[in-house]
């Protein structure tokens, strides 16, 4: 069965601090891969996306993801998080269809 | 622009009654969705049209649960007898096809006591 996972349930960090938040899928065929980001209070919103092209693919606020064919993954990364990066991050994934399937999501806290 | 609109944003009600929640997607996207995100997870797919049409309800966890996009716009998701179980944020989300970038709405935080 087709499924996502992410590996972390809740990370922690200080500012300045480099993140990388793990995400794998099952499934060998053509996939959209998306990341979204929920903000405390706030609806889900889109932070970058993978159609095709090049697999380093960058999004807003300083993030960018990297898919690996091979891996089945779809890792996101920023370099050096701040204070407002605290968030859920879901990783979500188009399985060469129109439904989206999530992952749990990672809670993510940067501490000041 | 307007984004996906979704209303009311909270319901609370008591097991057995019904309930419709509203969605409102960007205006001109034919693909609209609708999934339940519980405590804890990610959101899970409901339903999934194209224009006026269900093409795919196969997400919906019963026969109780229902959803309608009579004029290919605005979107309303039914639920009778409602049970505790059914407790869950609902969302929307809209694009502009099918396999196109999803845009949420804020969602619907439902209750059932």
């Known amino acids: 069965a087709q499924s996502v996972s992410q590996h972390n349930h809740h990370v922690i960090l200080s500012e300045a601090a480099s993140l990388e938040l793990g995400c794998n899928y099952s499934?060998?065929?053509?996939?959209?891969l998306f990341w979204y980001v929920q903000y405390p209070g706030q609806h889900l919103q889109l932070l970058l996306k993978y159609f095709s092209g090049d697999p380093l693919v960058k999004g807003i606020k300083g993030f960018e993801a990297e898919f690996i064919k091979s891996k089945f993954s779809f890792n996101l990364r920023k370099p050096s998080v701040q204070w407002s990066d605290t968030a859920e991050y879901f990783c979500?994934?188009?399985?060469?269809?129109?439904?989206?399937?999530f992952g749990a999501g990672t809670t993510v806290t940067v501490r000041a | 622009g307007a984004g996906v609109s979704q209303t009311p944003s909270n319901k609370v009600t008591e097991k057995g009654k019904y309930v419709e929640l509203r969605c409102d997607p960007i205006?001109?996207?034919?693909?609209l969705y609708w999934y339940r995100q519980s405590l804890g997870q990610g959101p899970e797919f409901l339903i999934y049209?194209?224009?006026?049409?269900?093409?795919?309800d196969s997400g919906l966890p019963n026969d109780r649960f229902f959803a309608v996009r009579p004029e290919g716009s605005v979107s309303t998701l039914k639920i009778q007898r409602t049970e505790r179980g059914d407790s869950a944020v609902y969302l929307c989300?809209?694009?502009?096809?099918?396999?196109?970038?999803?845009?949420f709405g804020p969602g619907t935080r439902l209750l059932v006591l």
């Open positions: 049209f194209q224009g006026t049409g269900a093409a795919d």
């Open positions: 499934y060998g065929g053509t996939v959209n």
């Open positions: 989300a809209s694009s502009s096809g099918g396999e196109e970038t999803q845009y």
């Open positions: 205006s001109g996207h034919t693909a």
């Open positions: 979500a994934v188009n399985f060469n269809d129109y439904k989206l399937s």
